[in-house]
C-alpha cells in the first residue's frame, strides 16, 4: 500500500498543495484613513493577521491596542490573496499633530512581523465621514474644497453623490484613493451639472484604477459628483478616500 501511495504521489506531484504562506501580511485598512486627533477602531485586513500578537507603528507615533482578531470572510470569487482573509482590529489613537501622511503599522504574529503598511491620516480640518443614504442627487451629501471624504461602497450597486457649490470658471480637482492602497474598489467617478447631464467620467487613472478628474465649471451652479464601483461590487472590503480640491 505504501509503495502504491508514493507511485501516486511521483505521478501525481501538482495534486500535492503547500500549506499557506505562515508570513503575515496586511493588504489594506478599513477604513482607508483616520483623522488626526482621534480615537478610532481600523481593521488590518490580510494574510496570517489571526495570529497577531502586537501592533506598533514604525513612523509616525500613534498609540495602537489590538482589540480583536480572526478570520475574515472573503467575498465570493474572491481570492485571499487579493482581499485577505484575516483580520485584526486595532485601535489607533491618532497624534493630533499628525499632519497629512501616513501612519506606518507593523503587526507581529508567531511567525514574524508584516511589512510596515501605510495607514493614511487627513488634518482633523479637513476629513469628512460618507453619510449614507446618499445614493441619488436629492440626498447628495455636500462637500467643500480642500476636503477628505473617508467612505465606502458599502453593498454591491451602492452609488454615493457628493454636491459641490461650483462657480464659472473654477477649476476643480477630484481624486479617489482606493485600488492603489489595496482596496477592493475599482472606483468610477462621474460629474454631473444640475439636470443631470454629464459633464466628466473617468474609471481607471493613468497609473491606477483610481480616477482623477480636473474639471473648468462652465456655470455656477450645485454639481454633483457620483461614485461608484466598475464591477457594481461592494462591501467591507471596498472603502476609499475622495479627495476634492480646488485649484486657485
Ligand atoms: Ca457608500
Ligand atoms: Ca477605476
Known amino acids: 500500500m505504501r509503495s502504491l501511495a508514493l507511485l501516486a504521489l511521483l505521478a501525481f506531484p501538482q495534486d500535492k498543495k503547500d500549506p499557506p504562506p505562515p508570513d503575515p501580511k496586511i493588504l489594506f485598512f478599513t477604513p482607508l484613513g483616520v483623522k488626526a486627533g482621534e480615537t478610532v477602531k481600523v481593521i488590518a485586513r490580510g494574510l496570517n493577521l489571526d495570529k497577531a500578537e502586537s501592533v506598533a507603528c514604525a513612523e ?40 497629512e501622511g501616513p501612519l506606518a503599522l507593523v503587526v507581529t504574529t508567531p511567525a514574524g512581523k508584516a511589512p510596515a503598511h501605510p495607514l493614511l491620516v487627513v488634518p482633523a480640518d479637513k476629513f469628512v465621514r460618507e453619510k449614507e443614504q446618499n445614493g441619488g442627487f436629492s440626498t447628495a451629501q455636500p ?12 453593498a454591491p450597486k451602492d452609488v454615493d453623490v457628493f454636491r459641490i457649490a461650483g ?3 473654477e477649476r476643480w480637482v477630484f481624486e479617489v484613493l482606493a485600488h492603489r492602497h489595496g482596496s477592493a474598489l475599482d472606483p468610477v467617478l462621474t460629474l454631473h451639472a444640475e439636470g443631470g447631464r454629464q459633464l466628466a467620467a473617468q474609471d481607471d487613472g493613468a497609473s491606477s484604477r483610481d ?4 474639471v473648468m465649471l462652465p456655470a455656477d451652479g450645485p454639481y454633483y459628483l457620483s461614485l461608484i464601483d466598475a464591477h457594481d461590487q461592494g462591501g467591507a472590503t471596498h472603502p476609499y478616500l475622495l479627495h476634492v480640491t480646488r485649484e486657485p
Not at 88 to 95: A, G, H, Y
Request: net charge neutral; proline share 5%.
Open 60 to 99: 509616525g507615533g500613534a498609540e495602537l491596542k489590538i482589540k480583536s482578531k480572526g478570520k475574515a470572510a472573503l467575498p465570493k470569487d474572491a481570492e485571499a490573496a487579493a482581499l485577505g482573509d484575516t483580520q485584526v482590529e486595532i485601535e489607533v489613537k491618532v497624534p493630533k499633530d499628525a499632519g
Open 143 to 154: 462637500i467643500e474644497a480642500g476636503q477628505w471624504v473617508d467612505g465606502a461602497v458599502s
Open 167 to 169: 462657480k464659472a470658471g
Open 211 to 214: 480616477p482623477l478628474l480636473r
